[in-house]
């Protein structure tokens, strides 16, 4: 009886660690929403900078553009997600 007792005790720093992934799931489904809601041009961009890992001279010869535009699909794609999950 005392084992099934231990094994259903919550330590503090278990509810912390399931609240963190909670919150991180939570913000992960709406960033997710948001970068799908960008301009496709700015969404590959995104995508290609944050999951694929590639620099901007990188991004910018995979899709044929400036490299300054692909730093301007960035910003434009920063400043969207910053706006939108501050309010």
């Known amino acids: 009886n005392e084992k ?4 259903t005790i919550i330590f503090p720093q278990e509810v912390n660690d399931t609240e ?3 919150n991180l799931n939570i913000l992960t489904q709406r960033v997710t929403t948001l970068v ?3 301009p496709k041009q700015s ?3 995104y995508l290609l900078s944050r999951k694929e890992g ?7 010869s ?5 490299p300054k535009t692909v730093e301007n699909h960035l910003t434009k794609s ?6 939108n999950l501050t309010e």
């Open 36 to 38: 799908n809601q960008l």
């Open 4 to 7: 099934l007792h231990s094994k």
């Open 78 to 83: 920063l400043n969207y997600l910053r706006k």
């Open 62 to 66: 995979k899709l044929s553009i400036s």
């Open 54 to 60: 590639l620099n901007n001279k990188e991004i910018a």
């Open 20 to 22: 963190n992934q909670v």
């Open 43 to 45: 969404q590959t961009v």
